[in-house]
């Protein structure tokens, strides 16, 4: 069975940092591109950061200079670290897993979400 778990969530001032991370159960990690996602109250869920199983990155532009991405292939997890954070970063972040194998067929796997509030 496939899980997602997100931790490190929290409450930070403006300007202060936080690392998210997201380990992974189940025999996809390897085989999956990973992304963190946000969603704020009254918006629509929106990519923060996704990094390829090669290891290629793209950052949403609000993110650009702030934020970084980084897997660790043999903790089957995925790290966002995020500094100089915004009130307008305060959202519930998520954690996305998709992919596809010949065991799976194609999937695409969510977290349950860590919530980030950032006070000014």
């Known amino acids: 069975q496939v899980q997602l778990v997100e931790s490190g969530g929290g409450l930070v001032q403006a300007g202060g940092s936080l690392r998210l991370s997201c380990t992974v159960s189940g025999n996809i990690f390897s085989s999956s591109a990973m992304g963190w996602y946000r969603q704020a109250p009254g918006k629509q869920r929106e990519l923060v950061a996704a990094i390829t199983v090669g290891g290629n990155i793209n950052f949403a532009d609000s993110a650009k200079g702030r934020f970084a991405i980084s897997r660790d292939n043999a903790k089957n997890t995925v790290y966002l670290q995020m500094v100089t954070l915004k009130p307008e970063d305060t959202a519930v972040y998520y954690c996305?897993?998709?992919?596809?194998?010949?065991?799976?067929?194609?999937?695409?796997?969510w977290g349950q979400g860590t919530q980030v509030t950032v006070s000014s």
């Open positions: 996305n897993a998709r992919g596809s194998g010949v065991d799976t067929g194609e999937y695409d796997y």
